[in-house]
Nanobody, 129 residues
């Protein structure tokens, strides 16, 4: 069992930055891949970024690549999402999720929400223009 708690959301002006945190419980957190997803009002949940269990590889959506950076500190059981150059289209509730994924699976597996077993409650990010 893994429990996830997101924090760091808030209101920021366009062009600004925020850093989200995802704190996890559980001794085996380092064996889990972690993904960030987001959902805006009236839209489907979409993939943002993911990091493999040992942090050796990361994956990004096309619209976050180059602006967002995902990282993890397994000693602190925490995954971070640094978000820069925010715009109004980034406004959404951001969720972190954890999954046990084999390192042999394709990269696209990390962007598929149904592969994730554990989810946090979400944190709101609002970007004002």
């Amino acid at each position: 069992q893994v429990q996830l708690v997101e924090s760091g959301g808030g209101l920021v002006q366009a062009g600004g930055s925020l850093k989200l945190s995802c704190a996890a419980s559980g001794r085996t957190f380092s064996t889990y891949a972690v993904g960030w997803f987001r959902q805006a009002p009236g839209k489907e949940r979409e993939f943002v970024a993911a990091i493999r269990s040992m942090g050796t590889r990361t994956h990004y959506a096309n619209n976050t690549k180059g602006r967002f950076t995902i990282s993890r500190d397994n000693a602190k059981n925490t995954v971070y999402l640094q978000m820069n150059s925010l715009n109004s289209e980034d406004t959404a509730v951001y969720y972190c999720a954890a999954a046990l994924l084999s390192p042999l699976v394709s990269g696209s597996s990390y962007s598929t929400a149904t592969n994730y077993n554990y989810w946090g409650q979400g944190t709101q990010v609002t970007v004002s223009s």
